[in-house]
C-alpha cells in the first residue's frame, strides 16, 4: 500500500487551541481538513510534516448560515457535498453549487471542505508525482530547487492553480476570515492568491481559515460556474469559468464578474471582459467579445495531462461564451 | 508513537494500537482483517477503497484511522446480516454487475450510501454517484442497471 | 440455436463466485498475508539507459527491520520470456534499460521499512545514450538495447501472399493511409502481486496475480534455476488481466530470491505507478496500408506495413507482430496480401500483450481505411464490407480455415438493428454513425504445447469437483466450466466446486489468452464430464436394468429414457458407485487441442492456428460538438459470431466490457512518455480511464451460429470485439462532420484542427 510519512497528530476542539498548536509547531505542523490533498502530497512525499493538526472536532468550522441580509456564511470544514445540496446555496448562490458538484467525485465531495479546497496547493505533472518517480530529473523550483521543466528559463514556478471552489466564490465577492494566535484578519479571496506557483496563497504558517463570506444576493443576479475536464468525475479541471451578472430592470447588464480557474497560478479575474458587458444588453456580440477578452486573459502552460495550452485557452472562451449566454437566456 | 484507539467498524468495537500516520484502509486490512476494502490506487482516485462513514461513501486511502474514531463505520463485509447479503449486494450478483469483483465493493458501497440518501434516484444520478469507482471489466452497464432495480423498491 | 434442449447452456448465470466477491470474502494476492511474512520492494532505475556499475546495499542492510537486498548479480542472469527465441529479461537488470526498470529488491519487516531501505540502497551507473522513438531506434548508430538484435528490431515478420503488385495492378482504385495508434496501459483495477513462501524442502510456493501460473513457474524456475517441480504457483481472484499479467514479472524472481536468502515468506504488491509503468503496456503502432479494390468493392490486394514500440523488452514481440498480420485475413477475403512488421525496442515501458493482441491496431488502420474507400468508389461502407466479407469454409490465402463464419449476417442484422441506412449521412445534426469488422482466433496455436485439461471427481453427496489449469481472471471461466459440468450431468451449477489454476494439483494449462479459454478447457471440461456420465450412466443402467445408452441426467436425477419415474437420485448413485463391484471411484479426465489446426510455415507463415475464429460487426453512433470538438458516443450495436453463447450475462459483460474499453481507447487513455523515456501519467487520475459518465449502452442481435467445434458450439468473445470498437467510433465521427482523425487517440483538439482544416481547405 502507499503509506504515509510518520506524522503525528492532533485534534484540537477549539480554534484558539489550534491556532496555538500550529503556532508552537511552526513549518513543519499542517493543518488537515478532509485531507483529500494534503495526503496525497504526503503519500507523493511533495510535502512532509510531522505534526497534522485536524480541524475536524471544531464545531466554530462547520455550518453554513443564510441571512437575506447579511448574507451567507461558511465554515472553513464544511464540506463540498454540504454546499452542493443546500438549499440556499442552490438557490441563491448556484455557482458555489455547480462548482462543489464538479469537484473530484462523489466520496471527494463527502471528504473534501471548503477551506482545503481554497488552500489547494499548485498542481503540476512534474510536481504530482512520486518521490522515486521525481528522482529521475533535477529537483524544481516547487520543491526547492533551480529548474523548471515546464517553462524552461522561469524564474518562479508556473504550477497551476485548479480548486474548483475559489473562482465561483470570487465571483460573489467573498472574502475570507484568516485566524493566528495573535488575531485574525479579514481578506478578499480574490487577494488571498499569491501569484506564485509556488506557495499559492498569502496565508501564513500559523494561520487557519475559519470562514468565507459572501455578501447577500442582488436581485436580477444570475451565476454560474462552467468546468472543463477530460472525464466526467474524477479529474480536476483543465479550464473553469466563473460568471455573475447582474442585470437591470432594462435587461441592462449592471455589473458582472468573470474569474477564470486552472489556466494560471490562481483564479483569474478578468476586468477587461466584465468592461465589454457592463452597460450593455447581453447580446451574442457583446459576449463574442467578452469572451475573446477571456481567452486573452487565460495563459496556461504545459503542465496537466489532458489538454494542451492552447486547446485550454480555447476551451476558456467557449465557457466563457456558453455561461454567459445561459444567463442571458 | 502508537495510539489506543476503538473504531466501530460493521457494529463491533475494534481496539486496534497504531500509529498516527495510518489510513483507515491499513488498520482495516491490516490490523483489523477486513480486507474487502481494496487498494487500487491509494491516492484518491478509483474509489476499491471506499467504506461507508456514518452512511457516507469514504475514500479509505486518504482518511487517517484517526479520524473515525466513535464514528459507524461499515466495510463491504458489514453489509451481510445474519448471513444474508444486503440487497444491494445481491442486485449486483443477480444483474451480472460482477466479473473480477475487485471494483465490486466499493461499487456497491457507492451505490449504498446512494440508495439510503436518494432512493429514487434517476440513471444520472446513479451514473454520477458511481463515477468515483472505476470499473475495468463490465463497461457499467450491469453495474448501473443494478442499481436501478432497487430504485423505488425501498 | 438449439438451447431449448439445454438445461444450463444458453441461459444467464451470475458468476459462480459472484457471492464472495459481493461480500469482499474473496481473497486477492494482497489479501493473503503469512506468519513472519517479510514485505518486498522493486528499486527501479531512475535513468532510461544505464549501466549498473556497483551497488552499496549497506546501509540498508543496516537499517533494523532490512532482511535482505538483492540485486542483478544475485540472479543467475539466465534470461526467460515467453517465446524461446526472445528470452531477454533476467529479473533484476544489470543493465537498466528504461526509467523504472527493477534493478534491485529488498525485504523488510514491513513495507515503510523496506521504503526507507530502497532510499538508503546506493547505485552507481554508467549512464548511456538512450532512444525513445522506434523508428530513430533503427537507425545505423542508434544505442543498442539489447547486443543480439542489430539495430534494435526485435520482431521482423514479413507475408507474401498471393502476387501484391498484379493485385494493385487489376485494382480500380488504390489508397494508402497512414495511421498512428497510441500506447495504453491494460489499467487492471487490481494492482498484481505475489507471495512466497519458501520452504526447508526447497519448494517454493507463490501466490500470484496472474493470467498464466504455469508460465511464472516455468520462467521463475529458468531464472532462478531450480527445478520446475520445486515451484508451485497458485493463482487465488484476480482483480482483471486483459494480457497484462500473463507473463513473469521482476516481481516474481524478486520475491522468491528474497524468500529464498531470508527463509521467511515475502510479499510484493505492486503500486499503482509500478502497475502502469513497469509491467507491460499495448504497444504503440505505426501503420501504414495500402488497399486496392475493384471498381465492385471487391478487395484485390492489400499492403500492410508496421513498425510498432517495443519498450525496452521483447515481451511476446514476435507473436503479437504475426497476429498483427494475421489479423488482416480473416474478416475478408483478401486474394493478396503482403505484410511487414517490425518490432522495435526502445528505452521505454515494455509493449505485450493486450486483450486483441496486435490486432487492434491494423483494424483501427484497415477499417478506417475500408470507409475512405467506400467514399472514394461511392459505395456504402456496409456494402463494401459485406461484398468482400469471410464466408464459412473459406481457407485463407494464408490458410485460415473458417470452420464457421456469420459475418454476414452480423453486418445484415445489426444494420437493421441500428437503422444504419436511415441514420448514415446526416451531417446537419452532427450526429453520425460508423462500423467496423474484425474476427479472431480462439486460441493461436503458433507452437508448442497449447492443450487444455479438466478432472473432475465427483463426492458422494453429489457435489462434483472440477480441476482445471485455466485461469480465472475475472472474465469467468470457472462459472463457464461448472455450466458445462452442471448441463452433462443434469445437476445445478451450484453443486459444482470449481478449483483452478494450481500447478501443483490442476491440469497444465498454458494460460488465459489468445481468447482460449472457453474454446480449450471448455471442450476438455466437456470430455471431462461426459467420461464421469458414462461411468455413472454404467452404473445406472446395471442397477436400473437398462441400457447405458438410455440413462438420462436430469434435475439431479439419473433416469431410464421414457420412464420419469425409474430414477435415482445423483448422490445416491455416486454413493452406489462407491461400493458398485470392488469399489468404483467416478473421475473425468479432459483434455482438449483442435485437431484442424496447422502450426504456421516458418518461413512464409502459411498455416491455421485456430481452430475456430469469431467475427463480429459493431456499429457506433455518436453525436459531435463542432464548437468543442468533443464527441459523446450514444450508442453501439454489436452483431457478434461468438457461436452458441453459452453464458449471456457473461457475454454481454464481455460485449459491454469491450465497448467502455474501445471508448477509452478512441478517446481518453494513452501513456505518455517524457522527454527522458519515463512515463509521465502512472497513475488513474492521468492515466484516463472512462467512468459511467463516458459510456454508451451496447445493444447485441443474435447472429452466431452453433460452431462445429467449440463446446456446444461456442467461441470467443472476449478480445475480437474490442478491436472493432475503435475503428466503428471514428467512421461514425467521420460520418458526423467529414472528419477523419488518424492518429489515435480522438482529442477534442484533433476535431477541431481538422475541422478547421476543412473550412479552409473548403474555401480554397
Ligand atoms: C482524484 C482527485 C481528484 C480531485 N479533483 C478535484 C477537482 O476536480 N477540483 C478540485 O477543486 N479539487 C479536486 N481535488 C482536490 C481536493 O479533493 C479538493 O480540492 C478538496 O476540496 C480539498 O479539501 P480537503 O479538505 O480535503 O483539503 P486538505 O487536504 O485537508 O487540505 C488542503 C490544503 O489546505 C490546507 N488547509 C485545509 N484546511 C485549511 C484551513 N481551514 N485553513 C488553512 N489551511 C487549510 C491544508 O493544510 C492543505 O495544505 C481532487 C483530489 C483528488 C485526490
Ligand atoms: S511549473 Fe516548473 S517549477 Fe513548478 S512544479 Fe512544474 S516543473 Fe516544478
Ligand atoms: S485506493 Fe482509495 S481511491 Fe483508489
Ligand atoms: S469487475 Fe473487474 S474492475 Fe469491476
Redesign the interface.
Known amino acids: ?3 504515509l510519512p ?1 506524522m503525528d497528530h492532533a485534534a484540537p476542539s477549539t480554534l484558539i487551541d489550534a491556532c496555538s498548536l500550529m503556532r508552537e509547531q511552526g513549518e513543519k505542523a499542517r493543518l488537515l481538513g478532509g485531507g483529500t490533498d494534503l495526503l496525497v502530497a504526503s503519500k507523493l512525499r511533495n510535502v512532509k510534516p510531522s505534526l497534522v493538526v485536524s480541524l475536524g472536532g471544531i464545531p466554530e468550522l462547520r455550518g453554513i448560515r443564510f441571512d437575506e441580509k447579511e448574507g451567507l456564511r461558511i465554515g472553513a470544514m464544511t464540506t463540498l457535498n454540504e454546499l452542493r445540496y443546500d438549499p440556499n446555496v442552490v438557490g441563491h448562490y448556484p455557482a458555489l453549487a455547480e462548482a462543489a458538484a464538479s469537484v473530484g467525485t462523489t466520496q471527494l465531495q463527502y471528504m473534501g471542505t471548503l477551506g482545503g479546497n481554497l488552500c489547494l496547493d499548485t498542481r503540476c ?1 512534474y510536481y ?1 508525482q ?1 518521490e ?2 521525481r ?3 533535477a529537483v524544481c523550483l516547487k520543491m526547492g530547487g533551480d529548474v523548471c521543466h515546464v517553462v524552461p528559463k522561469a524564474k518562479k514556478c508556473y504550477a497551476v492553480f485548479s480548486g474548483d471552489m475559489a473562482p465561483a466564490l470570487i465571483v460573489y465577492e467573498a472574502q475570507v476570515k484568516l485566524v493566528d494566535s495573535a488575531g485574525q484578519r479579514t481578506v478578499n479571496l480574490k487577494d488571498l492568491y499569491t501569484g506564485d506557483g509556488k506557495s499559492p496563497n498569502q496565508i501564513k504558517p500559523g494561520e487557519i481559515l475559519s470562514d468565507v463570506t459572501i455578501p447577500p444576493p442582488v436581485e436580477k443576479q444570475g451565476s454560474t460556474y462552467l468546468k ?1 475536464r ?7 479541471p483543465l479550464a473553469g469559468v466563473a460568471v455573475r451578472v447582474t442585470l437591470k430592470d432594462s435587461g441592462i447588464c449592471q455589473d458582472c464578474r468573470i474569474v477564470l480557474n486552472a489556466v494560471s497560478f490562481g483564479p483569474v479575474p478578468v476586468p477587461d471582459a466584465e468592461n465589454v458587458l457592463k452597460g450593455r444588453e447581453l447580446k451574442e456580440d457583446f459576449i463574442d467579445q467578452a469572451a475573446e477578452q477571456a481567452t486573452k486573459a487565460a495563459h496556461p502552460v504545459a503542465n496537466a ?4 495550452p ?2 485550454r485557452r ?2 476558456i472562451g ?1 465557457l466563457t461564451r456558453r455561461a454567459l449566454m445561459s444567463l442571458a437566456n | 508513537m502508537k495510539r489506543e484507539l476503538e473504531l466501530n467498524v460493521n457494529d463491533e468495537l475494534w481496539e486496534v494500537n497504531v500509529e498516527p500516520h495510518k489510513t483507515l484502509l491499513e488498520v482495516l ?1 491490516e490490523d483489523i482483517g ?13 474509489g ?1 477503497c471506499t467504506v461507508l462513514v456514518e452512511g457516507a461513501p469514504l475514500l479509505s486511502c486518504l482518511t487517517l484511522a484517526l479520524e473515525v474514531q466513535h464514528k459507524r463505520i461499515t ?3 458489514g ?2 446480516e445474519g448471513g444474508r ?1 444486503d440487497p444491494v ?2 442486485a ?3 444483474h ?1 454487475a ?8 466499493g461499487n ?1 458501497l457507492s451505490a449504498k450510501a446512494l440508495l439510503d440518501r436518494n432512493p429514487r434516484a434517476s440513471r444520472e444520478e ?3 454517484a ?3 469507482n ?11 442497471e443494478a442499481v436501478e432495480s432497487l430504485v423505488g423498491s425501498e | 440455436m438449439g438451447s431449448e434442449t439445454y438445461s444450463q447452456v444458453g441461459k ?1 448465470q ?2 459462480i ?12 494476492t ?2 493473503f498475508n503469512l506468519p513472519r511474512m517479510l514485505v518486498g520492494k522493486l528499486l ?1 532505475s ?2 532510461p539507459h544505464a549501466r549498473v556499475l556497483s551497488v552499496d546495499a549497506s546501509k540498508a542492510i543496516a537499517l533494523k527491520g532490512v532482511k535482505a537486498v538483492v540485486t542483478g548479480r544475485d540472479v543467475l542472469g539466465k534470461k526467460y520470456g515467453m517465446f524461446k527465441s526472445r528470452r531477454d529479461e533476467t529479473g533484476l537488470a544489470l543493465k537498466a534499460r528504461y ?1 523504472g526498470d527493477p534493478v534491485a529488491a529488498v525485504a523488510a519487516v514491513d ?2 521499512t523496506a ?1 526507507e531501505a ?1 532510499d538508503l540502497i546506493s547505485i552507481e551507473y554508467d549512464v548511456l545514450p538512450a532512444v525513445f522513438d522506434p523508428e530513430e531506434a533503427m537507425k545505423e548508430g542508434a544505442p543498442q538495447l539489447h547486443d543480439e538484435y542489430e539495430r534494435n528490431v526485435v520482431a521482423d515478420t514479413h507475408y507474401d501472399f498471393g502476387d501484391a503488385d498484379a493485385g494493385f495492378k487489376e485494382s480500380d482504385h488504390i489508397r494508402e493511409d497512414h495511421f498512428f495508434m497510441q500506447p495504453n496501459s ?6 498484481r502481486g505475489v507471495l512466497v513462501d519458501y520452504d526447508i524442502t526447497g519448494k517454493f510456493t507463490m501466490w500470484t496475480s496472474t493470467q498464466s501460473p504455469f508460465h511464472v513457474r516455468r520462467d521463475t524456475s529458468r531464472a532462478l534455476g531450480i527445478p520446475l517441480s520445486k515451484v508451485r504457483i497458485i493463482k487465488p ?4 488481466g ?1 494480457g497484462g499479467k500473463i507473463e513473469t514479472h521482476p516481481m516474481h524472481i524478486a520475491a522468491a530470491l528474497l524468500a529464498m536468502k531470508t527463509a521467511r515468506p515475502v510479499q510484493i ?1 505492486l ?3 509500478e502497475e502502469i509503468s513497469i509491467t507491460r503496456i499495448r504497444a504503440a503502432m505505426q501503420i501504414h496500408v495500402k488497399t486496392g479494390v475493384r471498381k465492385d468493392g471487391a478487395i484485390m490486394a492489400q499492403y500492410v506495413k508496421i513498425i510498432a514500440d517495443s519498450g525496452a523488452y521483447s515481451s511476446t514481440s514476435i507473436m503479437m507482430m504475426y497476429n498483427a498480420g494475421l489479423s488482416c485475413m480473416i474478416p475478408y477475403r483478401i486474394p493478396n496480401f503482403k505484410y511487414d512488421g517490425y518490432q522495435v525496442y526502445t528505452n521505454k515501458a515494455v509493449s505485450g500483450p493486450f486483450r486483441g493482441h496486435g490486432a487492434n491496431q491494423p483494424r483501427f488502420a484497415v477499417e478506417s481505411q475500408l470507409d475512405m474507400i467506400a467514399e472514394d468508389i461511392n459505395m456504402d461502407p456496409a456494402a463494401l464490407r459485406l461484398r468482400n466479407a469471410s464466408q464459412t469454409g473459406d481457407t485463407t490465402i494464408s490458410g485460415l480455415n473458417f470452420v464457421s463464419c456469420e459475418l454476414s449476417r452480423a453486418i445484415e442484422e445489426s444494420t437493421k438493428k441500428a437503422e444504419w441506412d436511415k441514420k448514415r449521412g446526416r451531417k446537419e445534426t452532427n450526429r453520425g454513425i460508423g462500423m467496423a469488422c474484425g474476427g479472431f482466433v480462439c486460441g493461436a496455436r503458433g507452437a508448442g504445447h497449447t492443450a487444455s485439461g479438466t478432472n473432475i471427481h465427483v463426492n458422494e453427496d453429489g457435489g462434483v469437483t472440477v480441476l482445471s489449469g485455466a485461469s480465472d ?4 471461466c470457472n462459472s463457464m466450466m461448472a455450466q458445462i459440468t452442471a448441463e452433462e450431468l443434469g445437476i445445478p451449477v451450484s453443486d459444482v466446486t470449481v478449483i483452478a489454476a494450481d500447478t501443483e494439483t490442476t491440469p497444465i494449462d498454458p494460460g488465459t489468452f489468445s481468447s482460449r479459454v472457453t474454446f480449450y478447457s471448455g471442450n476438455a471440461t466437456l470430455i471431462a464430464a461426459r467420461q464421469v456420465k458414462s461411468q455413472l450412466a454404467e452404473i445406472a443402467a446395471t442397477l436400473m436394468e437398462a441400457s447405458a445408452d438410455d440413462i438420462l441426467f436430469r434435475d439431479k436425477k439419473v433416469f431410464v429414457k421414457g420412464s420419469p419415474d425409474r430414477f435415482i437420485p445423483f448422490g445416491e448413485l455416486v454413493k452406489r458407485a462407491e461400493g458398485f463391484g470392488h469399489g468404483r471411484l467416478i473421475i473425468g479426465q479432459g483434455q482438449w487441442a483442435p485437431t484442424n489446426t496447422q502450426f504456421p510455415d516458418r518461413k512464409t507463415k502459411w498455416g491455421n492456428v485456430s481452430g475456430s475464429y469469431s467475427f463480429s460487426t459493431q456499429i457506433a453512433e455518436v453525436e459531435v460538438d463542432r ?2 470538438g468533443q464527441v459523446k458516443v450514444l450508442d453501439v450495436t454489436i452483431g457478434d459470431d461468438c457461436g452458441q453463447v453459452i453464458n449471456p ?2 457475454v ?2 464481455q460485449a ?6 474501445g471508448i477509452g481507447h478512441a478517446f ?1 487513455e494513452q501513456t ?1 512518455f517524457g522527454d ?1 523515456g ?1 512515463m ?7 492515466f ?8 454508451a ?2 445493444t447485441m442481435v443474435e447472429v452466431g451460429k452453433p460452431d462445429p467445434i467449440g463446446p456446444y458450439g461456442a467461441k470467443e468473445i472476449g478480445e475480437g470485439l474490442l478491436i472493432t470498437s475503435v475503428p466503428a467510433i471514428v467512421n461514425a465521427i467521420y460520418d458526423a462532420v467529414g472528419v477523419r482523425i488518424k492518429e489515435l487517440p480522438v ?3 484533433k476535431i ?1 484542427d481538422a475541422l478547421e482544416k476543412k473550412e479552409t481547405e473548403g474555401k480554397s
Open positions: 500500500m502507499i503509506r510518520k505533472m504530482n512520486s522515486p518517480w528522482k529521475s530529473r472543463y477530460v472525464r466526467g468525475s474524477i479529474d480536476f495531462i489532458g489538454a494542451t492552447s486547446y480555447k476551451m467557449i | 486490512r477486513f480486507t474487502g476494502a481494496k487498494e487500487g490506487c491509494g491516492l484518491g482516485a478509483c476499491t466495510t463491504i463485509e453489509l451481510v447479503p449486494q445481491k449486483f450478483i443477480e451480472g460482477i466479473q473480477c469483483g475487485f471494483c465490486t465493493p456497491i446513479i451514473e454520477e458511481l463515477a468515483g472505476l470499473c475495468r471489466c463490465t463497461g457499467y452497464q450491469k453495474i448501473v | 444467464a451470475p458468476q463466485d459472484a457471492l464472495a466477491k459481493a461480500t469482499g470474502q474473496a481473497k486477492y494482497a489479501d527501479g531512475p535513468h526509467v513495507e515503510e521504503l530502497l491494460h489499467g487492471c483495477m487490481e494492482p481472484h484476480v482483480g482483471g486483459f504488491i503500486s499503482r505507478e481472471i475475472g472474465q469467468g464548437e468543442t450475462m457473461s454481454e459483460g459491454e466490457g469491450s465497448v467502455y474499453m481518453l505518455i527522458n519515463q509521465m501519467n502512472p497513475s488513474f487520475l492521468d484516463k480511464m472512462a467512468t459511467p459518465l463516458e459510456c449502452p451496447a482529442t477534442p483538439e477541431l
